[in-house]
């Protein structure tokens, strides 16, 4: 996935903000906590690093091209780092960051994520 196809990929999640931080890391944000970030890449394949849950944590961190995500999975957060699309095609890493943005938009506040229009008001 080249950095324009992930930009246009998460600016069509709702509710979302872009910001470059980082030394030029490109984040993409959910209520205000990051659901993704994409740069440093090594090679042809922009690394990519999202949240997932803990079982496809333990899955990923084991597959070629995947590993933890430098920082965040030493301080015990389950963050993938796409290196590669050894295992992983960008159709599956749409996939995977779209359920990042869930998984992080479930941990706002119910008032911010009705304000935000992730949640029907009562």
């Not at 509710?15 to 993704?36: D, L, R």
């Not at 496809?56 to 091209?65: N, R, S, Y």
């Not at 992983?88 to 998984?103: F, G, T, V």
Request: glycine share 10%; proline share 5%; charged share 20%.
């Amino acid at each position: 996935m080249q950095l324009d196809a992930y930009n246009a990929f998460c600016a069509t999640l709702p509710a979302t903000t872009h910001v470059v931080q980082w030394g030029g890391a490109h984040v993409w944000k959910v209520g205000g906590k990051v659901f993704a970030i994409a740069g440093w890449s090594d090679g042809d394949t922009l690394g990519v690093t999202f949240k997932v849950s803990g079982l496809a944590f333990d899955i990923l961190k084991e597959q070629p091209g995947l590993r933890p995500a430098p920082y965040l999975a030493s301080r015990g957060m389950t963050w993938i780092q796409r290196q590669t699309d050894a295992t992983m095609d960008d159709e599956a890493l749409k996939e995977y960051l779209a359920e990042s943005h869930r998984i992080v938009a479930s941990g706002l506040t119910r008032r911010l994520r009705r304000k935000l229009g992730l949640e029907p008001a009562p």
